[in-house]
T-cell receptor, first 114, second 109 residues
């Protein structure tokens, strides 16, 4: 089946630095990818919709200058957490739709900011 | 507003059958998804329903009633590895997924 690869799976960074997370659709083209974050024992929260070749659409309350999204090709979207702080520590997950009916998720990235 | 409701936690016995219910209210409707999520891992796609009725896929089946805004996930012949959270998500008219909080399923020997 279709595969979405997310990298890195775990990252620890110092407060104030930036972290880039990659999301790749390995065997299909994805014009739209979604970025989620999940806090412990909570459901997924959509952060933004990434559209190839155009600006991402951010959900209310998500700072677009802090969470930079670049969808430069049909198989790659990146999320950069800029000037990370401990409260940004979370599980970040991307997903991409193959057609309209199946959404596949990356493995997730556990970000810890110290 | 848009809303997804599913039970917080359920317990079942290995080898038995369990049904996890989900009710939804969305602005428009483009399908209902079920995902399985083990602790610390990303969700795994289980099923997608957009038409009324039952879809069977091995030990897992998913049912949808659009008129009632209701779906369920049926797990048969439960195995210990089925212990996980099961997430219900409805797709609205903008093709956005509206997520439930998840049902934690505990399987006992």
């Amino acid at each position: 089946g279709a595969v979405v690869s997310q990298h890195p799976s775990r990252v620890i960074c110092k407060s104030g630095t930036s972290v880039k997370i990659e999301c790749r659709s390995l065997d299909f083209q994805a014009t739209t990818m979604f970025w989620y974050r999940q806090f412990p024992k909570q459901s997924l929260m959509l952060m933004a919709t990434s559209n190839e070749g155009s600006k991402a659409t951010y959900e209310q309350g998500v700072e677009k200058d802090k969470f930079l999204i670049n969808h430069a090709s049909l198989t790659l979207s990146t999320l950069t957490v800029t000037s990370a702080h401990p409260e940004d520590s979370s599980f970040y997950i991307c997903s991409a739709f193959q057609g309209d009916t199946e959404a596949f998720f990356g493995q997730g990235t556990r970000l810890t900011v110290v | 507003g848009q809303n997804i409701d599913q039970p917080t936690e359920m317990t079942a016995t290995e080898g038995a059958i369990v049904q996890i219910n989900c009710t939804y209210q969305t602005s428009g409707f483009n399908g209902l998804f079920w995902y399985q999520q083990h602790a610390g891992e990303a969700p795994t796609f289980l099923s997608y329903n957009v038409l009324d009725g039952l879809e069977e896929k091995g030990r897992f089946s998913s049912f949808l009633s659009r008129s009632k805004g209701y779906s369920y996930l049926l797990l048969k012949e439960l195995q210990m590895k089925d212990s996980a959270s099961y997430l219900c998500a409805a797709m609205d008219s903008n093709y956005q997924l509206i997520w439930g909080a998840g049902t934690k399923l505990i399987i006992k020997p």
